[in-house]
């Protein structure tokens, strides 16, 4: 990671490549916002985390608690995956993605 950070200015494939951000943009930094109760800075960086965490709980629950397959797992997942695409076709519309971290992360170009 830090090799494509000094290269590139990026830690993210899809950004070096590309040079836009992935559907996951912003999920860490949306994440750890999430478990400080910065729900707002969470929804800016990626609003996907909202669907995520409860779906990552399910998944967990099931697991761990039931020991068995979650009913509708493939529905859910596909479903999931839909509406996370859709969120970021309309970020990138509207350009609302939260900018790359490219600064500082690892190495400060």
């Known amino acids: 990671m830090s090799v494509t950070q000094y290269l590139f200015h990026s830690v993210c494939p899809i950004a070096i490549l590309f040079g836009f951000p992935c ?9 750890i916002s999430f478990l400080t109760a910065h729900f707002s800075t969470a929804f800016q960086m990626n609003p996907c985390i909202f669907l995520l965490i409860p779906y990552f709980l399910y998944l967990w629950f099931y ?3 039931f020991e068995k ?3 509708y797992l493939t529905f859910i997942t596909c479903l999931l995956g839909i509406i996370v695409f859709g969120i970021y076709i309309l970020r990138l519309l ?3 993605l939260p900018e790359l971290p490219t600064n500082g992360i690892i190495i400060n170009p």
């Open 23 to 31: 559907p996951a943009c912003g999920l860490t930094r949306a994440g």
């Open 63 to 65: 697991k761990y608690i």
């Open 69 to 71: 397959k979650p009913p």
């Open 94 to 96: 509207t350009h609302t």
